[in-house]
């Protein structure tokens, strides 16, 4: 199915890019706030896996986007490549932010919690807590490794777009 990643003259991949630049981070700050405060584990809830699951809908469908943009591109400069290779490494990570974060939410609510309906599966107090800090950390990891991607991603993009349009 060939799409017209286009609307209204405007190249939609500008407009779905800003939409991954606001929901990764937000995603990676849920995972965050979730592993490690309580109060926020409690409140977000079920939130924090939704907002990482749009996040992964949301990075391919920029990625095709912007394929779909440079083959219509009369002069790709090296810029522009830089910043079609960094758009490749996207998705590793959000896969990675995604299902730490679905983990990290069965885990908090049906293991890891007293009383859990499933907490019999790791009986063992030292194990659970183990288990909860290897969780954390990779959603730590996974985080900070979306957050950085994301931020390299749009500086080059934003660099491939405006380097020698404007003077200062």
């Known amino acids: ?54 996040a992964l809908v949301l990075v391919p469908v ?3 986007a912007g394929e779909w943009l440079q083959s219509r591109l009369v002069n790709v400069s090296p810029l522009l490549g830089a910043h079609t290779s960094l758009g490749t490494t996207m998705l ?9 974060a679905a983990l990290q939410w069965v885990w908090y609510r049906y293991i890891a919690a007293e009383g859990a309906r499933f907490a019999s599966a790791l009986p063992n107090r030292t194990g659970r807590l183990v288990a909860t800090v290897v969780l954390d950390l990779v959603v730590l990891v996974s985080a900070i490794g979306a957050v950085v991607t994301v931020a390299l991603i749009g500086e080059s993009g934003s660099r491939a777009v405006w380097t020698d349009v404007f003077t200062s």
């Open 62 to 64: 920029a990625v095709q």
């Open 1 to 54: 199915m060939i799409i017209d990643w286009e609307f209204n003259g405007l190249p939609l991949h500008v407009l779905i890019v800003h939409a991954v630049v606001i929901v990764v981070p937000l995603a990676a700050l849920c995972a965050v706030l979730t592993a490690f405060w309580p109060v926020a584990r409690r409140r977000l809830g079920i939130v924090t896996p939704l907002v990482a699951l749009a």
């Open 92 to 100: 590793p990570w959000v896969i990675a932010l995604f299902l730490a």
